[in-house]
């Protein structure tokens, strides 16, 4: 079944489409993949989807819902969250009241909020450093704390943007292994990544974006063997 | 380390702020039983005064990082719709300050629907439009606010349950009593924020609306909230305020420099913190007496430092409480500058630092 289905997206700014025609579904327990070149339309795609953006033509369907027109918080509340490219602490807040932050979208109590922020910084494996500022934190543990915090909203599908951008090899594993066994807690998930091993490894499925238009959809080994997104990629051969 | 001494520890540190603010209570209830002068307790009431508005704004400001500069609006709100109420409908304060809150609520809700639609320092400018819009109108609309005249009522009727009266408002204690529990309210509404979704919401809101937006957080919705609350205690410092002088007109109560001052005593205590705004609050007012009252220059003169037929000494005698703005100018830049979190982050640093040093 599709969780999350893109029914011919166009999104304009003034005359230039930075989405054009887009369509494609994620079904439920996917790790789908989405990558394309610079400017390809990828973060214009999230925004789309999360209600940061309308989109100028086209629906989003997620859950069988219309999603077309909502806000981002009341899309959260639906079950649909997404991480930033450029991470978001909230810098002057502890790491544990950060996410406490994203659970409260499920509960007004503070108590249950901190036992289910604690459940999800386990996850992360962020527990030693709870009550440090966000602010302080190196950006490869901003990136997981914006990763608990987002699945502290209780998602069914989540959207990561570039989770792995800025990372060293380690730390990228780290993240790798996370996407991996958050797919396994049964979260459906969208990621954005440029790094191609590791899309690569973690998608069940991946779509190419480039110039706003949908270039190819396929699994991993289907994609890499694609003539188009080679192409796309490294440029014509004059050969 | 020894885990009963660090419980100890962490006990200790808990229950010292709440004996010392107990303490302070106590004492603040007892005042009036010993300080019978009456500049004394006028700068009290001042104090307290600026505490409540002080703390409301930094519901909305420290808290919420919606740094409005038009929160006269909701003071003079307050302020002329009790005194109104009294001149022309003769309706008792008791009720009018609530009319007064109600009015102050309402118009907040309208300003932020306006406003909270645009960020950062556009929404700085359209808070300071709006509040001028409102001082424009009271100049504007006699019929309704006497206009440029203002009003003066210096009798507040007395205060009866039943038939026994409790107070007939003929000195200035009652004033300092309502004063007190106002501003004891206000730092208890604080708390109860800050302990709260609400206040968690407020603060990543401060820190990154986009963020907050995209975890489940109704930006609007929040905002408001975090107005509302700021402008049922601003509101009733304007009521406090405007029965306790006696006067009220345009120029006082809905003036941008009150909308400034507010946001001063906040800066320079300490944003965001429930501190904050008292110390800022029991900086300034008594600063600013000393200063507008000559107080300052005559000491300066009466110790010896300066002497009084000396060119400084007429210069400081004549000139100094005309620059009360000027050097309340200076000490903010000064904090701006060396105390960037305020006097009370300045305290906690120094405080940390010689931990460190012991340590």
């Known amino acids: 079944m599709a969780l999350l289905e893109i029914r011919r997206v166009s999104k304009f700014f003034g005359g230039l ?46 859950n069988d819902k219309r999603m077309n027109g909502l806000h981002p918080d009341a899309v959260c509340k639906l079950g649909m969250a997404r991480t930033w490219q450029k991470v978001r602490p909230l810098a002057r807040m502890s790491v544990v009241d950060n996410v406490m932050v994203g659970a409260l979208c499920r509960t007004n109590s503070l108590t249950k909020a901190r036992e289910m922020a604690m459940e999800q910084i386990k996850v992360v494996r962020l527990e030693q450093r709870l009550d440090a500022r966000a602010g302080s934190l190196p950006i490869g543990e901003r990136k997981k704390l914006e990763v608990a915090r987002v699945l502290a909203t209780q998602p069914k599908l989540l959207l990561l943007d570039e989770v792995m951008g800025g990372l060293n090899p380690a730390e990228s594993e780290e993240i790798i292994e996370l996407i991996l066994d958050v797919g396994k807690l049964g979260i459906t998930q969208m990621v954005i990544e440029h790094n191609m091993r590791a899309i690569m490894r973690v998608s069940d499925r991946i779509v190419v974006l480039n110039s706003g238009e949908k270039l190819a959809e396929g699994n991993p080994r289907e994609i890499v063997a694609n003539k188009a997104v080679i192409q796309a990629y490294l440029g014509e051969s004059d050969a | 380390m020894n885990m009963k001494t660090s419980t100890a520890d962490i006990r200790g540190i808990a229950t010292l702020p709440l004996l010392l603010t107990a303490a302070a209570i106590i004492l603040l209830f007892l005042l009036p039983k010993f300080v019978t002068s009456t500049y004394a307790l006028h700068i009290m009431i001042l104090i307290f005064i600026s505490v409540i508005m002080g703390s409301a704004w930094n519901i909305l400001g420290g808290y919420t990082g919606q740094y409005s500069v038009g929160h006269a609006a909701y003071f003079g709100v307050g302020a002329y719709t009790t005194k109104i109420l009294l001149q022309y409908r003769h309706i008792a304060p008791w009720y009018g300050v609530w009319a007064g809150v109600a009015a102050a609520v309402a118009t907040g809700l309208v300003i932020g629907s306006i406003c909270f639609r645009i960020r950062g320092p556009y929404f700085v400018l359209a808070s300071i439009a709006v509040a001028e819009i409102f001082r424009v109108s009271a100049l504007n609309l006699p019929g309704l606010t006497n206009g440029a005249e203002g009003i003066l009522i210096t009798e507040v009727p007395p205060f009866k349950i039943g038939n026994t009266v409790i107070t007939d408002f003929m000195s200035k ?41 995209s975890l489940g957080i109704n930006l609007t919705l929040y905002k408001n909230a975090a107005l509302a609350i700021s402008a049922v205690f601003t509101s009733l410092a304007g009521s406090l305020y405007g029965l306790y002088v006696g006067f009220i007109d345009p120029g006082t109560v809905l003036d941008l420099g009150l909308s400034v001052q507010i946001v001063m005593t906040c800066i320079i205590g300490g944003i965001g913190t429930i501190l904050g705004p008292m110390i800022g609050a029991v900086v300034l007012v008594p600063f600013s007496e000393a200063l507008r009252s000559n107080m300052i220059a005559q000491a300066l003169i009466d110790s010896g430092l300066v002497k009084e037929d000396s060119p400084l000494g007429t210069f400081l005698k004549e000139q100094l409480s005309h620059a009360h703005v000027l050097i309340y100018g200076i000490l903010l830049v000064v904090v701006i500058l060396f105390m960037p979190d305020g006097i009370l982050g300045f305290i906690r640093k120094l405080f940390a630092s010689k931990r460190k040093e012991t340590a």
């Open chain 2, 173 to 213: 204690v009652p004033f300092y009593y309502i004063g007190l529990v106002i501003a004891i309210a206000v730092i208890l509404a604080t708390r109860l924020v800050q302990n709260s979704k609400l206040g968690y919401y407020f603060q990543a809101i401060r820190e990154d609306q986009d963020a907050a937006h």
């Open chain 1, 17 to 62: 489409a930075a989405n054009s025609d887009i369509s494609f579904e994620v079904r439920q327990g996917m790790i789908m993949g989405l990558i394309g070149p610079n400017g390809a339309g990828k973060t214009t795609l999230f925004n789309c989807i999360t209600g940061y953006y309308p989109p100028s033509r086209g629906e989003v369907v997620f």
